[in-house]
């Protein structure tokens, strides 16, 4: 079983940068479609990024093409999210998840992006 642990998170002013990390057990983390969702302020989770299991396909939701770069290092385990240029409105809880529902993701790191 795949655990997940996010961390990288923090306080940034608008325009700044953050790396959010995503370090999973060695339980097959190669194997898996790696998704980054977040859960903004009073709404639900939403579909951030993925990235397939071999890091050769990536895809984004429209509002962060351009700013967000999801890519894995699967010698370590390990996922990340480059975030640059953000704004107010990606203040959210990040999680990283083996699949789009959530289900199965980890504790989450709250990146909060002050104006």
């Known amino acids: 079983l795949v655990q997940l642990v996010e961390s990288g998170g923090g306080v940034v002013e608008s325009g700044g940068s953050l790396r959010l990390s995503c370090a999973a057990n060695?339980?097959?983390?190669?194997?898996?479609?790696i998704y980054w969702l977040r859960q903004r302020p009073g709404l639900g989770i939403e579909w951030v990024a993925d990235?397939?299991?071999?890091?050769?396909?990536?895809d984004y939701r429209d509002s962060v093409k351009g700013r967000f770069t999801i890519s894995r290092d699967n010698a370590k385990n390990t996922a990340y999210l480059q975030m640059a240029d953000l704004r107010s409105d990606d203040s959210a809880v990040y999680y990283c998840a083996l699949d789009t529902s959530g289900q199965r993701r980890g504790p989450g790191t709250r990146v909060t992006v002050s104006s």
């Open positions: 060695d339980f097959g983390f190669q194997y898996y479609i």
């Open positions: 990235i397939a299991a071999d890091g050769d396909t990536t």
